[in-house]
T-cell receptor, first 113, second 116 residues
Framework: GNSVTQMEGPVTLSEEAFLTINCTYT??????LFWYVQYPGEGLQLLLK?????DKGSNKGFEATYRKETTSFHLEKGSVQVSDSAVYFC????????????FGRGTSLIVHP | EPEVTQTPSHQVTQMGQEVILRCVPI?????FYWYRQILGQKVEFLVS????????KSEIFDDQFSVERPDGSNFTLKIRSTKLEDSAMYFC??????????????FGEGSWLTVV
């Protein structure tokens, strides 16, 4: 079946540091890949997505590239801010799963001033 | 911006009691979902709902669970007789459609259920 594996958190960084949150997936077909973010006290929000291999999703300075050869979709940001502190969820969906997203555990990011 | 709203934000209930979690999906959306996240674990799919019936459900969604769209705006999750292991954050979500790659679903803030 489909699954998503994310790196364990929390990830703790200083402001302006470089961020990578690793995500790898297992899927039977050709999934679409997503990053969702949950800020404190809020629901999950779509951050970015990519629907085919080599696509790069980007939003708010974050980006992730769909790598079919390594089955990965790592999230990166060149310079994090305190306001980026949140929980980040990697997810996939595909036709075999009726395009209903399958999520990882989430990775907590804490950014210190 | 339209959003999915959920109530209550937090509920504490005794084991064996019935619980109803409520959601108002985004108004022009046709597909509705419930997910849950037990503390420290994955966000798990429970059920999807379209055209007044369940379209998909996971193994977690057993006879203790039911969903309903009692009127034109609300979407509810009922747990008939709660168990300790039902303690989790329950997320409602909705989407315009589902049968497309990259289908984006929109989540509510979650209802935190604690069973004691």
């Amino acid at each position: 079946g489909n699954s998503v594996t994310q790196m364990e958190g929390p990830v703790t960084l200083s402001e302006e540091a470089f961020l990578t949150i690793n995500c790898t997936y297992t899927a039977t077909g050709y999934p679409s890949l997503f990053w969702y973010v949950q800020y404190p006290g809020e629901g999950l929000q779509l951050l970015l997505k990519a629907t085919k291999a080599d696509d790069k999703g980007s939003n708010k300075g974050f980006e992730a590239t769909y790598r079919k050869e390594t089955t990965s979709f790592h999230l990166e940001k060149g310079s994090v801010q305190v306001s980026d502190s949140a929980v980040y969820f990697c997810a996939l969906s595909e036709a075999g799963g009726s395009y209903i997203p399958t999520f990882g555990r989430g990775t907590s990011l804490i950014v210190h001033p | 911006e339209p959003e999915v709203t959920q109530t209550p934000s937090h509920q504490v209930t005794q084991m064996g009691q019935e619980v109803i979690l409520r959601c108002v999906p985004i108004s022009n959306h046709l597909y509705f979902y419930w997910y849950r996240q037990i503390l420290g674990q994955k966000v798990e799919f429970l059920v999807s709902f379209y055209n007044n019936e369940i379209s998909e459900k996971s193994e977690i969604f057993d006879d203790q669970f039911s969903v309903e769209r009692p009127d034109g705006s609300n979407f509810t999750l009922k747990i008939r007789s709660t168990k300790l292991e039902d303690s989790a954050m329950y997320f409602c979500a909705s989407s315009e459609n589902t049968a497309l790659p990259g289908n984006t679903i929109y989540f509510g803030e979650g209802s935190w259920l604690t069973v004691v």
